[in-house]
């Protein structure tokens, strides 16, 4: 996986994103709307960019939502790959971990496998996945801060999977709320496709702001 890295390398606080081609398109915009949120707060940014999308961002194997595509289970793979690779050398200092779509549930996912995290943001998070509502609900979080968000019609879809995706975040939040994480949910307008670069600045703003 290639990595990309802005911002300050001494900085006490680190932000990694997996990302798309897309993304790293925005990175520059979304570090400058984070400065802007944060009162220009001293970070580092690390942007890991994910070879196979459906693969190695996946918690487990299920069959295809949408197209033909089904999905992998190489999350684990990419995790041990950002402890070993990035985390190990940040000891000591906040590290925050996020992520966009599926990438978003990978950061969520992550919270629950490692401690290592200050908090994690889950920003319009696939939480359709088969099987994760249960998952989350189930099993420990190991995180103390935890940033969802939606947008306001990312549920009505024609599809039945990804239709249950604002029930399963609104059960995940409540669940997390009543178990004492720091958690918020936050609405945002428009689709799944619609601002990704301000809504995961904003994800980020709010665990730094913290």
């Not at 798309?20 to 802007?36: F, N």
């Not at 693969?55 to 995790?79: Q, R």
């Amino acid at each position: 996986m290639k990595q990309y890295h802005y911002g300050n390398p001494d900085a006490q606080m680190v932000l990694i994103q997996l990302v798309d081609e897309h993304d790293l398109l925005l990175m520059e915009q979304e570090i400058g709307i984070i400065k802007k949120l944060t009162d220009n707060a001293d970070f580092y940014m690390i942007a890991v960019k994910v070879d196979d999308w459906n693969n190695d961002l996946s918690p487990w194997a299920a069959p295809p939502v949408f197209g033909k595509e089904s999905f992998g289970d190489g999350a684990k793979a990419t995790l041990d790959y950002l402890q070993c690779e990035l985390i190990s050398s940040f000891a000591g200092k906040s590290i925050f971990l996020g992520g966009y779509s599926l990438a978003g549930l990978f950061a969520l996912w992550a919270a629950y496998q490692s401690d290592v995290f200050s908090g994690v943001a889950a920003v319009s998070p696939s939480v359709w996945f088969p099987r994760f509502e249960k998952y989350a609900m189930s099993n420990p979080i190991k995180t103390k801060a935890v940033y969802l968000s939606l947008g306001d019609k990312e549920e009505k879809t024609r599809n039945p999977v990804m239709a249950q995706v604002g029930n399963a975040i609104c059960s995940i939040y409540q669940h997390l709320s009543k178990i004492g994480v720091n958690c918020t949910l936050e609405w945002n307008e428009g689709n799944h496709f619609r601002e990704p670069d301000m809504r995961i600045a904003k994800g980020f703003s709010w665990l730094i702001n913290l």
